[in-house]
């Protein structure tokens, strides 16, 4: 009869913990993770404040093209702002008058109940000083030359002294 075969010492002695290559690959997996994380989650908080001054500069826009509806802007730049509660928003305009020009106008009488038409070039500007100043909204368009509103909607809207 054969005696049964002694396992060898290394196969004997019981594993009681981490070999240090195991923790050091364990650490850098989870920095990797961590670093990953922290990435997106920095990506996601600044897409979030961009998001928040466009939406923002997006209703300083519409309420300008409003006033200009209710009393049409002289030609010229301008610039201003939006109050101390929005210091960090600025608009700057710029206003021309465009002559219309008619297709199939075979005569001339009644041309002149036509008013200009003036080009409006909107920027609203954002700069809060510690990032970098951006132009979340800019556009051009065209404010027809007849007055949309009576002029008792315009005293009531506090445009007339």
Known sequence: ???????????RARRRGFVLMEVIVSLTILGFAAAVCMRSFTQSIAASRIMEVQT????FAQQLMHEFEIKPPDPGKKEGGFGDDYKNYSFFVEVSLVDPRYRRQDRNDGIEQFFALREVDLEIRYDDGVHKPMVPIK???AIVGFEKYSHATKESYGFYE
């Open 1 to 11: 009869m054969r005696s049964p075969a002694r396992p060898s010492s290394f196969f």
């Open 139 to 141: 556009l051009s368009t």
């Open 56 to 59: 923002q500069a997006q209703f």
